[in-house]
């Protein structure tokens, strides 16, 4: 929840200017996101001296100086509000209204009436505020318009402290007093607390409306304070203080990135902010702490996308900052930079440091009504240090408070009483009524989740926060048998979902069956993600300057793109009332689950957090295994690296290491020997991997020992390694909600065409290394691996596109897959200069079953400018198309009605980014443009197996069409371990990176 409300500098004007939309995109060379822009803006105003501060709050607290005159300690307490001191605010305007009361009077006072009531508010006294406002419309002897100003204020002091029906009420009683005064404070007042009981409400399209009403009002109000002098009366209409009306804007504008937070549009929340700070940092000092409480707020925006190393960076920047300004190291602006510190240490499950830097806010009373009294953060740090019996206070206190204002109902108070029944169970183990009460809560809690930062793969706070409620529930539920289902279908609900929400929007399309819908489907999707697109391009883009035309006009392509996906959705709702459903795949029950089993599969799953992980294997008929795990995270990614070291080729030597069958062997008994008695005797295992084992194809895993046999060529030896693959096919999906929705997508057209393929395609620079003898020098499909003739190791320092070499194998490999498939390879295989992005984004690519790519594929950092994965094709200036990049956002354009894509390139199997889930880049984008199943690398393939592989596979299901997709790359697999050779004999392909590097993702039987 954001806590900065009263961020300073011409925020209004910025926020009018959030960008709208996207125009036509450079391609590929978008930077990559960054603060070094708002780092530097910053950094140069510290190494500036702080200039002197107007009034000193510290002086004038310690002498109460009643002798100053009323508008001179007015002054002294805006000041102490602009330091976040709102509680020394309220004690000065304490003084301010006795002096006024002896000066004015008692009833020509409300100007500091309702500065008492902003300040109680900001000093987190919302009942305070909500009195002294009552107080004021009961006893104010100005016109209706005045009373009904009072009014609408205590209405959001009601809506603060969880009286939603009576500040329903007061809207309308404000309204009804305050009709036909536009323009007027009521009205600001009025249009605020509609979107705070909007939000209370999670009614975010009522919010987002009033929020555009109180704009509105906003713009009056700025423009006739403007030439206001204090606070005076006419024609009915409130004139105001132009200072407080700045406030409210600031104010207003603060709660509008609010509401963005709570819709999960964190980019947009994110450029509103980027171009406040910039303008708040216009001619004045830009590190003042009104421009540092702005950095800070971004940096709360950027932790809820997952980027905590940005907004701890961001924190530490806002409190030196702070500190130059002389502000005291209580003042609750600091506490916001430091608790915001803490945050993201325990987004990082650094429990112990994050605990540290919270300290100090235990010890002031008053400081700890704020971050302490009814906050979720003490309650998580209580339960991961040890501290039950704080953790189980705190938490009660919490949970009643969100029960009393929220609701039995709201996310909020289901996360409170999910927290204070773990702390009940830390206090009592035996008791396990609260383990009953987690069970009905957790998964109520994670249905009202918030978006994460999919684009990342990188949750937020409150996912994070809530991903670690649930994870600590399993650990404890899982002593009991009885929950293993339970538990399979919450895992299965806690990872990231943009993989399964791609499936999901092509089933949607492919089940409207009526063309007419599933192009208004299609439509709804593309406008959607083009949003998202637009406002993350111009997130990009804030480190660059934009010309200020250009940045109103993408702002005005995002802005039409929302007004048509709203009416393209009202449409979709009233034909197709499934379709919400389709997009947003559930996780499937045991039977449902079972139901979709073949007798011949089992479905395995895994799940792992810090501590541990968790194990499913769930057979068409008999019991399912369940299995805690003693490996975690951590140590699941150590051993997943060591065992992918060996499958890429050192790149100085072109050496292949040995790969650790005695690792292989002991991943197996950790992750499938303890559920063993699910899985085996199954032909085909459909996997649903979890975190690093999204990266580690589970059919190299060895089921026992190795026996090491000597004599006949390189790598022969591996032949006698008892791996996975020969006892079942293995295929993986994202999740069993994916699954689910893959075995629901109907058949393709009958009338597509069989196969269409691109690939040797030209790059403008040299030819393959011809002294590349086969024993030494592998010809790898990626850049990586850069002494081994990928790419030229000069050249490679500036990762040019141009200094990619052809890959011979493709164009024969291509060739002969539409020969076994009955293909033209004179028209439908695309190959040098024909292999371009024009050729693929043709029509007759969307109607073929077979669709494949032969030939590099990149990750970002690859080549400069590339910020998400791609396909390498040939660029305009080798003949082809473009810059030669088909990447992600561009593949999930195209649309297609595909059996199968196959990806015979380098690491397709790639996530989108760091920590994001397996498959989450390329992949997620084909499953969207409408593949029904992929065959991805998941390293960097050599092409002389690659080309064995893939023909053979479609040869062998050409064969026997009775064969699921996945026991045909079984047996293919199997086949090259056993009798396949590279060059003229002089090596086995036994090794896995030979005959390992691909899966298939997806429906193992479509």
């Known amino acids: 929840m954001m806590r900065s409300w009263i961020a300073a500098g011409l925020f209004a004007l910025a926020a009018c ?99 008492q009531i902003e300040a109680s508010a900001a000093a987190g006294d919302h009942r305070e505020a909500m009195h002294v406002a009552l107080d004021l419309a009961d006893k104010a002897r100005g016109s209706a318009i005045s009373r009904s100003a009072a009014m609408a204020r205590a209405c959001i002091g009601m809506v603060a402290t969880g009286n939603l029906s009576g500040a329903a009420q007061l809207i309308e009683s404000s309204a009804s007093l305050s009709r036909g005064s536009a323009r007027s404070l009521t009205e600001f007042n009025l249009a605020r607390c509609r979107g705070d009981l909007a939000l209370a409400r999670l009614n975010t399209t009522e919010a987002r409306d009033h929020y555009r009403i109180a704009r509105r009002y906003l713009r009056g109000i700025v423009g006739e304070a403007g030439a206001a002098s204090g606070v005076t009366s006419r024609s009915g209409y409130l004139a105001l203080d132009p200072r407080l009306v700045t406030r409210m804007a600031e104010d207003l504008n603060m709660r509008e990135v609010t509401a963005l937070i709570a819709e999960g549009r964190f980019a947009e929340a994110e450029v509103a902010l980027r171009s406040a700070i910039v303008a708040a940092a216009t001619g004045r000092d830009p590190a003042s702490p009104a421009v540092a409480q702005l950095v800070a707020t971004l940096g709360e925006v950027l932790a809820e996308q997952g980027r905590f190393a940005d907004a701890r960076r961001l924190a530490r920047l806002a409190l030196r900052a702070y500190r130059r300004a002389g502000l005291p190291e209580m003042s609750w602006l600091m506490l916001d930079a430091q608790v915001l510190a803490s945050e993201t240490l325990m987004a990082q499950r650094r429990w112990a440091e994050a605990a540290e830097t919270f300290a100090p806010v235990y010890d002031q009373p008053t400081v700890a009504r704020r971050y302490v009294v009814g906050q979720v953060m003490p309650v998580l740090l209580a339960l991961k240090t040890g501290k039950a019996e704080a953790a189980e206070e705190f938490a009660r206190e919490l949970a009643k408070r969100n029960d009393e204002g929220l609701g039995a109902n709201h996310p909020e108070t289901l996360e409170a009483r999910a927290l204070h029944a773990l702390a009940r169970l830390r206090l009592a183990p035996t008791d396990r009524t609260p383990l009953a009460e987690l069970a009905r809560i957790v998964p109520r809690m994670l249905d009202d989740r918030a978006s994460v930062d999919d684009e990342s793969g990188k949750a937020g706070l409150k996912l994070r926060r809530q991903r670690s409620i649930a994870e600590a529930y399993m650990i404890e539920a899982a002593g009991d048998p009885g929950q293993a289902a339970p538990l399979l279908t919450l895992s299965d609900g806690l990872r990231y979902r943009t993989v399964d929400r791609a499936i999901g929007a092509s089933a949607a399309r492919l089940a409207a069956g009526n063309s007419d819908l599933a192009a208004l489907a299609r439509r709804e999707q593309d406008l959607r993600a083009g949003i998202a697109f637009g406002f993350a391009r111009l997130a990009r883009l804030a480190d660059q300057f934009v010309p200020p035309a250009q940045r109103s006009a993408m702002m005005a392509q995002i802005e039409s793109q929302q007004r048509e996906h709203g009416a393209v959705r009202e449409r979709i709702a009233a034909a197709f009332p499934a379709y919400a459903a389709l997009i947003e795949p559930r996780a499937p029950s045991e039977a449902e689950l079972r139901a979709a089993l073949r007798p011949h599969e089992a479905a395995v799953a895994f799940y792992f957090t810090p501590e541990g992980g968790f194990a499913w294997a769930v057979p068409k008929a008999g019991p399912l295994a369940f299995a805690r795990l003693t490996v975690g995270q951590a140590e699941l990614e150590a051993k997943v690296a060591r065992l992918r070291a060996a499958l890429e080729p050192d790149a100085a030597t072109g050496e292949v290491a040995r790969f650790d069958t005695a690792l292989a062997h002991e991943l197996y008994r950790d992750l499938l020997a303890p559920i063993e008695a699910g899985w085996k005797g199954a032909k085909s295992l459909i996997v649903v991997p979890h975190g690093a084992l999204g990266a580690l194809p589970l059919g190299l895993l060895a089921t026992g020992p190795a026996r090491a046999s000597a004599g006949g060529p390189r790598f022969a030896d591996y032949r006698d390694v008892p791996w996975l693959i020969r006892q079942a096919a293995v295929s993986q999906v994202p999740s069993l909600a994916a699954f689910m929705t893959l075995r629901r997508i109907p058949a393709g057209a009958a009338e597509r065409e069989a196969f269409i393929g691109f690939g040797d395609p030209l790059f403008g620079g040299r030819a393959p290394a011809e002294d590349a003898g086969p024993s030494t020098r592998l010809a790898m499909r990626g850049v990586r691996v850069a002494a081994m003739g990928a790419i030229d190791k000069v050249e490679s320092e500036s990762n040019l596109l141009s200094a990619l070499v052809r890959l011979p194998d493709t164009a024969e490999e291509l060739v002969e897959i539409a020969r076994i498939l009955g293909a033209d390879p004179a028209r439908d295989v695309h190959l040098g200069a024909a292999a371009n992005k024009a050729a693929v984004a043709r029509p007759e690519t969307g109607r073929r079953k077979v669709v494949a790519f032969a030939t590099h594929g990149l990750v970002p950092g690859d080549i400069d400018g590339l910020t998400e994965p791609a396909l390498a094709l040939t660029p305009a200036a080798a003949g082809g198309s473009g810059d030669g990049l088909l990447t992600m ?103 896995p990176l030979f005959w390992a590097p691909f899966s298939l993702i997806g429906d193992p039987a479509r």
């Open 17 to 115: 200017q959030v960008p709208d939309a996207v125009g036509p995109v450079s391609e590929s060379k978008l930077p990559p996101r960054g603060i070094g822009d708002i780092v530097a803006l910053v950094e140069r105003g510290l190494a500036e001296p702080a200039p002197p501060r107007e009034v000193q709050v510290e002086t004038i607290l310690e002498k109460a100086a009643p002798h100053l005159e009323v508008d001179r300690l007015r002054q002294v307490a805006r000041v102490a509000l602009d330091d976040g001191r709102p509680q020394a605010a309220v004690e000065i305007l304490m003084q301010v209204l006795q002096s006024a009361i002896r000066i004015y009077g008692r009833f020509n006072v409300e100007w500091l009436r309702y500065d």
């Open 889 to 991: 956002s561009q593949v999930a354009e195209l649309k297609l009605d595909a059996d199968w894509v196959v990806l015979s390139a380098c690491n397709t199997a790639a996530a989108q980014g760091a920590g994001a889930e397996a498959v989450s880049g390329l992949g997620r984008a084909f499953f969207y443009a409408g593949a029904r199943s992929l065959l991805v690398s998941n390293w960097a393939v050599e092409s002389g197996a690659a080309r064995a592989l893939t023909t053979a596979l479609f040869r062998t299901h050409a064969a026997d069409q009775t064969l699921e997709r996945s026991e045909s790359l079984r047996r293919v697999m199997v086949e090259m371990i056993d009798r396949g050779l590279g060059g003229e004999g002089s090596y086995a392909r036994a090794h």
